[in-house]
């Protein structure tokens, strides 16, 4: 039996503000193996996003696929605000 993902507290607060404002969101954080939490869609454009909490950090397979992706680069957003300003979205 696989074990449910672990996500920051933040986790949820930023999708559905990321939701709120029109964007596409794909929770990915049951995948893990440092996959990022979120792929987010927002007026043509396409972002991989890690969600962390105040004082987490990256885990090292994150900080692995992180190292080795060639798309754009994975953001790490703590916060609804940081979110939101990624996408070039307001609230």
Do not use: F, N
């Amino acid at each position: 039996m696989r074990r449910a993902a672990k996500v920051d507290t933040t986790h949820r607060p930023i999708v559905e503000a990321l939701r709120s404002v029109g964007a596409s969101v794909i929770d990915l954080a049951a995948v893990g193996h440092g996959v990022p939490d979120l792929l987010v869609g927002y007026r043509g454009d396409m972002w991989l996003i890690e969600v962390k909490g105040p004082k987490t950090r990256l885990s090292e397979s994150q900080r692995i696929l992180h190292g080795a992706w060639r798309g754009k680069p994975i953001a790490v957003v703590r916060t609804i605000d940081e979110a939101l300003a990624l996408i070039g979205a307001t609230p």
